[in-house]
């Protein structure tokens, strides 16, 4: 296993647009997340998933935003009806957690999207 | 509210220098602190994760503190490289159930030859 994969790396499309990113997690691992991340800001948290189920996503933007888990593995995250403030690199991450604690987070290396 | 603070927000050094970056914390019950580097348009990468009660932590020339008593902890880089250039994040977990992570905006580093 190398990583965590994102697609695509970068991304432009018109405003109004719908766009998916993809998300494969490190393989064995049980949890994802999804970050926001504007330039020379840390990471936003949108939202993230243990197995299949999305455990918080009161914190995703706006009800143009959604992602999905369908069978615990990889996961896409779409943005419908794109605005220009949509611009940003979009992270994911996973972990394995086998207790309390939140694992060792790895980051895939983000999908940038530029709106136009 | 929690909350992690990192100061500076950025920083020019020379190559060779040392330099220590700052993290302060109001995350409770806290759980564990995690300092990452961030390359310029890559995901970050984790360089230390400590817990309560381990105090100094050591990846290479990176070294970082935790003083849970003040709430505050510190990534010491000595000897730096060109490569060091990139932005450093804190991040606070705190023991709870849920999503538990607090991001700091990042101290941007630059080092110059």
């Known amino acids: 296993d190398t990583g965590v994969s994102q697609d695509p790396r970068h991304k432009i499309t018109k405003r109004g647009q719908n766009v998916t990113f993809r998300c494969d997690p490190i393989?064995?691992?049980?949890?994802l997340y999804w970050y926001r991340q504007t330039l020379g800001q840390g990471p936003e948290f949108l939202t993230y998933?243990?197995?299949?189920?999305?455990?918080?996503k009161s914190r995703l933007l706006s009800d143009r935003f959604s992602a999905e888990r369908p069978k615990g593995s990889f996961s896409t995250l779409e943005i419908q009806r794109t605005e220009q403030g949509d611009s940003a690199m979009y992270l994911c991450?996973?972990?394995?957690?086998?207790?309390?604690?939140?694992?060792?987070?790895?980051f895939g290396e983000g999908s940038r999207l530029t709106v136009l | 509210k929690n909350q992690v603070e990192q100061s500076p927000q950025s920083l020019i050094i020379l190559e060779g220098k040392n330099c220590t970056l700052q993290?302060?914390?109001?995350?409770?019950?806290?759980?564990?602190l995690r300092w990452y580097k961030q390359d310029t348009g890559r995901g970050p990468v984790s360089l230390t994760i400590?817990?309560?009660?381990?105090n100094t932590k050591s990846n290479g020339r990176y070294t970082a503190t935790l003083d849970a008593d003040t709430k505050q902890s510190s990534l010491h880089i000595t000897a730096s490289q060109l490569s060091d250039s990139a932005s450093y994040i804190c991040?606070?977990?705190?023991?709870?159930?849920?999503?538990?992570?607090?991001f700091g905006k990042g101290t941007s580093l630059l080092v110059t030859p």
């Open positions: 991450a996973s972990s394995l957690e086998t207790g309390s604690n939140t694992g060792e987070l790895f």
């Open positions: 393989s064995e691992h049980n949890r």
């Open positions: 998933f243990q197995n299949e189920a999305q455990l918080e």
């Open positions: 993290c302060n914390y109001t995350v409770s019950p806290f759980s564990n």
């Open positions: 400590m817990t309560f009660s381990e």
């Open positions: 991040v606070v977990s705190a023991q709870v159930s849920g999503y538990a992570l607090n």
